[in-house]
């Protein structure tokens, strides 16, 4: 299904929502100037910033008619502002300063679709939230992702890199160490920082961490060059999105399955990766999203690599957070298929491209 023609609500809400994040705030403040007192100056920036993300996020789930992604955002937002002492309360001030603020002061013939959207949005502050680590001692490998996690929190990056090669001496296999370890503890690492349990300075030192174990496992699995002509995957973030870690998983995935890939990371521009698609004869193409306001760059970058006789051929999966909150939406960015993590990705890969067809 094709998306509307440039100019929608969504569209023109993305191209405005600075400006009208600034009068919100404006108006926010007006409403409650003991806000000052409460989070100084500072305050301001951050609820500046916050309806900045409202904005995007709202347009984002209009555009893509998606409204679980926007309820999605509010459960989210409203875990976030919790561990800054920002109340239920306070976010239905500033929901509804958003609301008075659109109503005034933006203008579009589909400006209901927005409006509906966002009172959803404001139903969805009082929806009781069940929040729990994503660590259980009963999930495979459970206990050993719980040790990981704790060596990473106490800054024992070596102590971590040993219990990973334990598990492979017992012949653990790497698969499983990527999806019920590397996967799950970066999730909770997410989400303790969400309930500021951990500060931007571990979440980063955590995930450093894993990246350069990732990169030490190499020599256990990967294979010299084989020969003949294997399905061969390029694999990217889209536009600027800066989480690379699952797209790498993924890659690393395909890899072990006897696929040749080339994976581009994060920050590739769109003319880049087409031309990879080119140069490297590519049968697939993997497109990783995470951040929800990104979403409609993938629907960009897929309508370009369809758009040229060079590329129109090739598969397009995608992936990533929003995919996984709306597991319909693979579809109206016009993707050839969606999988929820790399071991599903595998077997989608082998419906669309059966390793025969190449031979
Ligand atoms: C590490 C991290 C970062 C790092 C990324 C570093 C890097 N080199 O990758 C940095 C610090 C850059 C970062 C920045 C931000 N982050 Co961040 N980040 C994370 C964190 C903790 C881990 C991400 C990760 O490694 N996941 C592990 C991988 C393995 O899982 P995955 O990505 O889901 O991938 C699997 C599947 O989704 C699927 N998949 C993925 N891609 C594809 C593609 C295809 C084709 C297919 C088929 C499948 C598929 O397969 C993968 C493997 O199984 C997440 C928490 C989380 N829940 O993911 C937050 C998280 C994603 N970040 C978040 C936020 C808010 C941000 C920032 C806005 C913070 C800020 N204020 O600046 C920025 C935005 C940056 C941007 N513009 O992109 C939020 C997003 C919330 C939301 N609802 O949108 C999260 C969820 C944290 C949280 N709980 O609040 N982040």
Known sequence: ??????????????IEADRLAEQVTHMQYLKQPDLYQRFGAKGRERTKQD????LSYLAESVLMKSPALFMNYISWLKL???GY????EDLIVNLIAIKKVLLDHFEHNDKSEVMNYLEMGIDHVRTEELQTSYITVDSPLGTEAGEYLEYLLQADRKQAYTLILTLLDQETSIKD???HI????????GRLWQISRINVAQEHYCTAATQSIISRLYPYWLQAEG???SRRLVSACVGNEQHEIGIRMLTDFF???GWDTYYLGANVPDHSLIQSIVDYEADMVAISVTMTFHVHLAHELIEKIRASEKTRHVKIIVGGLPFNIDQGLWKLVGADGYAPDANAAIQLADTLIPAVQLG
Do not use: N
């Open 80 to 82: 976030l502002l919790s």
């Open 177 to 179: 160490i990527y999806i």
């Open 227 to 229: 020969t003949g002509r």
């Open 255 to 257: 890899e072990m399955d």
């Open 85 to 88: 002492r920002v109340t239920e």
């Open 1 to 14: 299904m094709a998306l509307q023609e440039k100019g929608t609500a969504g569209e023109q809400l993305i």
């Open 51 to 54: 309806s900045l993300y409202s």
């Open 182 to 189: 590397f996967q799950k503890v970066q999730y909770e690492i």
